[in-house]
């Protein structure tokens, strides 16, 4: 039996669903929308970038005239030392390191989810395990240990990189993956779905999981950061695979070359700022998500955007929204409830603080008649 799904031809449903898709990027933050746009261009300039190389970044030109040549028009970021372009070397280096990055953010988002949720949900000895392997790796000092295990493997390529890189990068995020899990397990949609004979697999995958997209889009961001940081450290230090052009790559040869001694900034600015522009990118999307994800901190970011909007002078005056008009009840008060004293008034005359207290009046004694008076004079009243 097959069933048609019912498509709208309506343009009016048409236009909603656009404005929809509009809306999310409306709501983002304006950090957010500029990471966003840097990333973008990183990851362009990634994908066209070696297509469009105007020379091999391994060719090495024997000319002495090319050597440490400052950038002209044939050569936009100048040579190294032996004559090689560095703008092709940076549009093939931005490839291999996000590449590299994107890889090992994929690689430990899966093993934070599948570790926090399932420490979470499980519970018992699974999450004393879980949890106990978690703070094993999180206490283990990283670079000395990225440094000794790359070091001792038998082959320096980008399968080790991102495999000693994802295998130390997930415990923070499943740290919070798990402490988020442990507070929606008891949610009554949870429950709901556990009663009604829910496969485990299913809750996990369609109940929980899809809750916490903001968190985990945020630690694979994270993940990314940390992984560009890492595998521009460890080409750095000459731990990397030097046959291969990165970032990390060009500033190790530039650093052994000594460019800096000789002037050649041409050298090392440009994957400098290449590395510091990709951080920056990916910190402003976090902070953007954070905030989107966040309603405390969404809340407080539009209060902060509106304190500081300055007002047009067409705009129309800000008008406060005026009390709600007092009822007033038959005979001049208030009914007050059983039980409830009535309350008193907390208006007070200006300077009335500052004058002393009116001590109470006392009520003049009765005056007794006269024959009374003498027969208490003489002692003949009772």
């Given amino acids: 039996m097959t069933v048609a799904l019912p498509v709208s031809t309506d343009p009016a449903a048409v236009t909603e669903e656009h404005q929809q898709r509009r809306g999310l990027w409306r709501r983002l933050p304006t950090r957010a929308k500029v990471g966003a746009i840097m990333l973008g261009a990183f990851i362009l300039a990634a994908i066209i970038g070696p ?25 936009l970021l ?40 399932a420490a979470a949900y499980l519970g018992g000895i699974w999450d004393e395990v879980l949890s106990l392997a978690t703070n094993v790796f999180l206490v283990i000092p990283a670079l000395p240990l990225l ?36 507070a929606i397990r008891g949610r009554d949609f949870v429950a709901a779905s556990r009663e009604t004979g ?26 990314v950061l940390y992984a560009i940081g890492a595998s521009v450290a460890l080409a750095f230090i000459g731990l990397a695979d030097l046959t291969s052009w990165s970032l990390g790559t060009m500033l190790y040869w530039a650093q052994s070359q000594q460019a800096l001694q000789v002037g050649a900034w041409w050298w090392f600015v440009p994957p400098g700022l290449a590395v510091a522009l990709m951080g920056t990118a990916l910190v402003l999307l976090n902070s953007g998500i954070d905030e989107l994800g966040n309603p405390r901190l969404r809340d407080a970011g539009a209060a902060g955007a509106a304190a500081w909007r300055k007002l047009r002078p067409t705009d129309p005056t ?17 009914p007050q409830a059983p039980g409830r004293t ?41």
């Avoid at 082959?155 to 740290?175: E, F």
């Avoid at 800000?318 to 208030?334: C, E, F, H, K, N």
């Avoid at 005056?367 to 027969?375: D, T």
Wanted: hydrophobic share 45%.
């Fill in 51 to 75: 297509l469009l190389t105007p020379y091999d970044p391994s060719f090495q030109n024997p000319a002495p005239a090319l050597s440490l040549h400052p950038p002209d028009a044939a050569h």
């Fill in 78 to 117: 100048g040579t190294t030392q032996s004559g090689q372009d560095v703008f092709s070397q940076l549009l093939v280096g931005i490839r291999l390191t996000l590449e590299l990055a994107l890889s090992v953010g994929v690689v430990a988002s899966v093993l934070s989810v599948v570790v926090g949720v």
């Fill in 147 to 182: 440094i000794i295990l790359l070091g001792y493997l038998p082959q320096k390529g980008q399968t080790a990189t991102v495999l000693v890189l994802a295998g130390l990068g997930w415990p923070w995020g499943a740290r919070l993956i798990r402490a988020q899990t442990m």
């Fill in 198 to 223: 829910e496969r485990t697999w299913r809750i996990l995958a369609f109940e929980i999981v899809p809750n916490e997209v903001s968190l985990i889009a945020a630690s694979f961001v994270n993940t």
């Fill in 318 to 334: 800000p008008v406060l929204a005026a009390a709600p008009a007092r009822r007033r009840w038959r005979g001049g008060r208030q």
């Fill in 342 to 382: 009535p309350r008193r008034s907390a208006l007070r005359l200006r300077g009335a603080e500052d004058q002393p207290p009116t001590p109470p009046k006392c009520a003049p004694p009765a005056r007794r008649p006269a024959r009374e008076a003498g027969m208490a004079e003489r002692g003949e009243l009772p």
